[in-house]
């Protein structure tokens, strides 16, 4: 599976203003809501159900990325989104550090291997210094979709 397959570049937010992780959380759901990519009315359950999750334990992997994620009735398929957040927040991850990078999925209940496969894909690249660092530096929606695109070619990196 490769990130054109699941994330909505529309929905990426760039340089988020958010004071912390629940903000992150929300901004980035509304993005997808925005982008028709939820089912209607669900956003705020959606957004509840990220932050249940993420109070059960943090998905703030360290090296300033985290990686909310949910299985939820309100998505229509595995989908996912991507912010960017300057002066970092708190996301308890593991290394005590601010994160700086959120990469969202939300999959439908009955989604089970795409949500893995997704998840491996998003930890495969950011096990890699260099997908990291360039995430950390993207600053437009275009940015980020060429940089996934970009790993979606060069998987090796």
Request: aromatic share 6%; glycine share 6%; with cysteine.
């Amino acid at each position: 599976m490769n990130f054109a397959d699941y994330i909505c570049f529309e929905a990426s937010v760039p340089n988020m203003e958010v004071s912390d992780r629940d903000d992150a959380i929300s901004t980035l759901v509304q993005a997808l809501d925005k982008e028709g990519k939820l089912r209607p009315g669900t956003c705020d359950e959606i957004i509840a159900s990220v932050i249940e999750r993420e109070n059960e334990a943090s998905t703030g992997m360290g090296r300033g990325v985290a990686v909310p994620h949910v299985k939820h009735a309100g998505a229509k398929d595995i989908v996912g989104s991507v912010g960017q957040i300057p002066a970092g927040v708190d996301f308890a991850a593991l290394d005590k550090q601010p994160v700086f990078a959120v990469i969202l999925l939300i999959s439908p209940t009955d989604a089970p291997d795409k949500h893995l496969q997704a998840m491996e894909n998003v930890f495969k690249h950011l096990q890699e210094e260099k997908f990291r660092r360039f995430l950390r530096q993207t600053n437009s929606k275009e940015a980020i979709e060429d940089l996934l695109r970009e790993a979606d070619d060069n998987p090796s990196w």
